[in-house]
């Protein structure tokens, strides 16, 4: 049987792995860091420490990949989201979604259970090997075929040649697939990059008692229309009664400069003070973690014309988007996915891997579009100016989410668009259409639609 190499044991290298399991016998698993015997941080993963949501598209994906897998993070703790009912939204217009419950979900855990259960999974399932504090090195081959990779041990500086019929870049952010090429003599477009300057810091918090179970995801994103630098901040209820909380702003805010800050940022920096305010109740578990890693980028590794043989490149290696919208996990759920389709159709087969490519990149067009025509409103944003189209679509969108707060059918279809669940062509739905045409039902309200048992856990207004 053919034989797969996946470059990266985190989320997108784990799904490859899982997309080619039931096709091949021989699966091999290179990661630089050491594998954690539990729902461990581990070094090479920093971004791991800040909020990331699994959400619906990123869900359904999942479980095409690893059935099961949604309740066995359910049972280790993690928190069922129904979007809609467990969701308090506001969007860059500044109208509250409204808030009626629909069958998608997402899925509220740290990033460390997330991997962890997938990789229990994954070694339950059988087939896969593991091979860590090893990175890869170069590829082998030439121009036409790539026949395995050039990896070096850690711990001893040795190197050592791992051949495949097909190799599978899922490093990330940090992947070197474009220079690996080019040292082949393959040309590829240099990298898209769309950098609005975002930057964001976190904090975990034991959850307010009483609210260790059901309370909503909150999203507050930034508002790009006032030309003005603006806040955004996300609350995420995960495992062991804690959130992950964290807050941001485009380039030219001033983040937390400290822990002491971070309070009052959610509080006056953002553009509602909803976090802020539940904040003020809830007992901090962590220092203030920061991050600037937020740019927008992509390889056209489509628009390559000869792609050699045996390589394929998917997740955040191939097309990243600022973590700010979380669309991260599911893009690495679709190019796993593509991955899957490809094998069950043909195989293993190392000469379709152009195919497999383009495809995996049109999986990530949509996120890709919704991603950049957000922070290209942004003043100062890097890496291009919004097109006409974009300056229509805003528009267009501006009306769907102002309709959205009173309108549920409107809603549930902007929420599957948003968390990639449906697809981006889904915004022309007649009852999207309509509601734009018709704007809301009623004015927007100026508050959040919390629950009453919600609005009891606001500083000074807590109930049992």
């Not at 080619?20 to 630089?32: D, F, K, L, N, W």
């Not at 999942?62 to 989201?81: Q, V, Y």
């Not at 090997?129 to 790539?146: H, Y």
């Not at 991260?328 to 593509?338: D, K, T, Y």
């Amino acid at each position: 049987m053919s034989s797969v190499l996946v470059l990266g044991g985190g989320f997108a290298g784990l799904l490859a792995a899982a997309a080619a399991s039931p096709y091949t016998g021989e699966i091999t698993v290179v990661e630089r860091d050491a594998f954690p015997d539990g729902p461990q941080l581990r070094r090479g993963q920093p971004q791991a420490r800040h909020p990331h949501f699994l959400a619906p598209g990123g869900v359904l994906g999942l479980e095409r990949l690893l059935p099961g897998t949604t309740d066995r993070l359910l049972a280790a703790g993690a928190k069922r989201i129904g979007v809609g009912a467990d969701l308090l939204f506001r969007p860059s217009v500044g109208a509250w979604l409204d808030r009626r419950a629909t069958d998608r979900f997402g899925i509220g855990c740290s990033r460390q259970l997330l991997d962890h259960v997938v990789r229990e999974m994954i070694r339950e399932r059988g087939g896969v090997t593991f091979r860590s504090e090893c990175e890869p090195v170069s590829l082998l081959g030439d121009g036409t075929a790539i026949r395995g990779v050039r990896v070096r041990e850690l711990r001893t500086g040795t190197t050592e040649l791992l051949e495949a019929d097909l190799v599978i870049d899922a490093t990330g952010r940090g992947s070197q697939a474009g220079q690996w090429l080019d040292h082949l003599g393959i040309a590829v477009p240099p990298a898209q990059i769309v950098d609005s300057g975002h930057a964001y810091a976190t904090r975990v918090y034991r959850a307010i008692p009483g609210a260790e179970s059901g309370f909503p995801l909150i999203l507050i994103q930034a508002d790009g229309r006032s030309g003005n630098p603006s806040g955004n901040a996300n609350l995420l209820p995960v495992e062991d009664g804690r959130w992950i909380v964290a807050v941001g702003g485009t380039r030219g805010m001033s983040m937390p400069g400290g822990d002491d800050e971070f309070l009052e940022f959610a509080r006056h920096r953002v553009p509602d003070p909803l976090i802020g305010e539940v904040l003020a109740e809830a007992e901090p578990l962590s220092g203030t973690m920061r991050s600037r890693s937020t740019a927008n980028r992509r390889y056209r590794f489509d628009r390559v014309r000869a792609w050699p043989c045996g390589f394929v490149v998917a997740g955040d290696a191939a097309t990243a988007t600022n973590p700010v919208y979380g669309q991260g996990l599911s893009v690495a759920a679709r190019s796993a996915n593509v991955l899957r389709a490809a094998f069950g159709a043909r195989g293993v087969d190392p000469t379709a891997a152009d195919r497999i490519q383009r495809s995996i990149c049109r999986a990530a067009r949509d996120p890709w579009q919704m991603a950049t025509s957000q922070d290209l409103q942004f003043r100062d944003t890097e890496g291009g100016r919004p097109t006409a189209l974009d300056r229509w679509q805003l528009r267009y969108g501006d009306r769907v989410f102002q309709a959205a707060s009173s309108r549920p059918a409107v809603a549930a279809i902007v929420s599957e668009v948003m968390f990639l669940a449906r697809p981006a062509l889904a915004m022309g739905h007649p009852a999207v259409v309509t509601g734009a045409l018709l704007g809301p039902r009623r004015p927007a309200p100026g508050k959040p639609p919390l629950t009453t048992w919600e609005r009891g856990f606001l500083a000074g207004g807590r109930v049992a």
